[in-house]
């Protein structure tokens, strides 16, 4: 069975930086892409960031709202994950959930992810 840990999350200043992990155990990691999605009281989860597979070039989709501020990453020999946000805004604040894909991906909708983590929350002040 599928695991997967977050960590990383936080209460941070409007510009600063953060990194957020992902730990996949209990399979092979390089069998899924994988994703990053947000979570708000007041929106569902949507994703943030993707990665492919290796075998299909570790290919990387961003939401636009991040797009030139966060980048999605993968160390395959350590089962993880990143997602690597920089300058940071207020409305990034929601909960981080990381999610794996068996298939090629990258997917942007959540149905189409098989497994999730708990989530971490990180939390922008102005």
């Known amino acids: 069975q599928v695991r997967l840990v977050e960590s990383g999350g936080g209460l941070v200043q409007a510009g600063d930086s953060l990194r957020l992990s992902c730990e996949l155990s209990g399979h092979t990691f390089t069998t899924y892409a994988m994703g990053w999605f947000r979570e708000t009281p007041e929106k569902d989860r949507a994703l943030v960031a993707a990665?492919?597979?290796?075998?299909?070039?570790?290919?990387?989709l961003y939401a636009d709202s991040v797009k030139g501020r966060f980048t999605i990453t993968r160390n395959n020999a350590e089962n993880t994950v990143y997602l690597h946000m920089n300058s940071v805004k207020p409305q990034d604040t929601g909960r981080y959930y990381c999610?794996?894909?068996?298939?090629?991906?990258?997917?942007?909708?959540?149905?189409?992810?098989?497994?999730w983590g708990q989530g971490t929350q990180v939390t922008v002040s102005s």
């Open positions: 999610a794996a894909d068996s298939g090629v991906g990258p997917h942007t909708r959540a149905i189409e992810y098989d497994s």
């Open positions: 990665i492919t597979k290796p075998s299909t070039g570790s290919k990387t």
